[in-house]
């Protein structure tokens, strides 16, 4: 009785705490707020999902979308050969390398990172200085960098604020891949060969196909966080907000809670769709 009153623990977590707060938040966006008072009105209507059907909103939410599928797609690609290269090549030492390579950006703060990024893509920064020693200054420059410190300029391109994405998500795609590969059995790898299958072809039938599992899972993670996240995009962005942005705005500075509880259902519902496409594939049952 003892024992299954603890593992009983997680599941009350999961189902009062964690779903709890979620049926709460999507009770909320039901609400709508007073425009002379800025109270709260506390009855059901669809007012707020209603203002959710603007051109201005939905120019935030397509820009967040496409940003995560952008940031989705080049993890994946990054991702890949290093983690093939882990699987299957590294061994002893090696191995614990890469493994430390890997989860090392994961060990320090993520405030400092983005900072880190603020000033190496700065107008003052390292990445100016190079362009200016290679004498490659002009497009890249005016798509990379970012105003100088302390600044007015309030327009910074989309490009530093994908960088920063892959950077700071790219362990989250490469340790599933990484572990979907060491999974793929080498009499399969040796079959392809002995049938006159290329590298190419191997790639494509065998190896491709056993590590979806792992790229899905990835892809989960890279795609919810670029979807939800606002210190990113508040650092190293421009001044066109993404949702994250647009909830923290609507709930910490006009206290609008039922529009940043709308906005924040947004995610939450792609996500659902996501994962119901990534599971109709078939690759959950190989995870």
């Not at 397509?62 to 093939?84: E, G, K, N």
């Not at 990835?218 to 949702?243: A, E, K, N, V």
Request: with cysteine; net charge positive; proline share 5%.
């Amino acid at each position: 009785m003892l024992l299954a009153a603890l593992l009983s623990l997680p599941l009350l977590w999961l189902g009062v705490v964690y779903l709890g707060s979620l049926l709460a938040l999507l009770l909320q966006s039901f609400y709508s707020i007073d425009e002379f008072s800025g109270l709260i009105i506390y009855e059901l209507t669809l007012d707020s999902y209603r203002q959710l059907l603007t051109a201005a909103n939905g120019d935030v939410i397509l820009r967040t979308v496409l940003m995560a599928v952008c940031v989705t797609i080049a993890s994946s690609i990054i991702a890949f050969p290093i983690a093939y290269t882990a699987a299957r090549y590294a061994k002893g030492a090696w191995r614990a390398v890469f493994y430390i390579g890997i989860m090392l950006p994961l060990w320090s703060s993520f405030m400092v990172k983005v900072y880190a990024w603020k000033l190496i893509l700065a107008k003052v920064g390292i990445f100016n200085w190079v362009m200016v020693k290679l004498h490659l200054t002009g497009a890249l420059d005016a798509l990379l960098s970012l105003p100088v410190i302390g600044g007015n300029s309030l327009s910074v391109s989309y490009i530093g604020t994908f960088l920063v994405f892959v950077y700071i998500w790219l362990p989250f795609m490469i340790l599933p891949i990484q572990s979907a590969l060491e999974r793929v059995p080498e009499s399969l790898l040796e079959a392809s060969s002995d049938l006159g299958g290329s590298p190419f072809t191997t790639l494509r039938h065998v190896i491709l196909p056993l590590a979806m599992p792992g790229i899905i899972a990835g892809s989960i993670f890279t795609f919810s966080l670029t979807l939800g996240d606002y210190i990113i995009p508040g650092i190293i962005g421009s001044s066109r907000p993404f949702i994250g942005q647009v909830v923290f705005m609507h709930q910490g500075t006009a206290g609008n809670m039922p529009m940043a509880a709308v906005f924040s259902v947004i995610p939450i519902a792609v996500m659902i769709v996501y994962l119901q496409l990534a599971r109709r594939t078939g690759a959950f049952n190989a995870l």
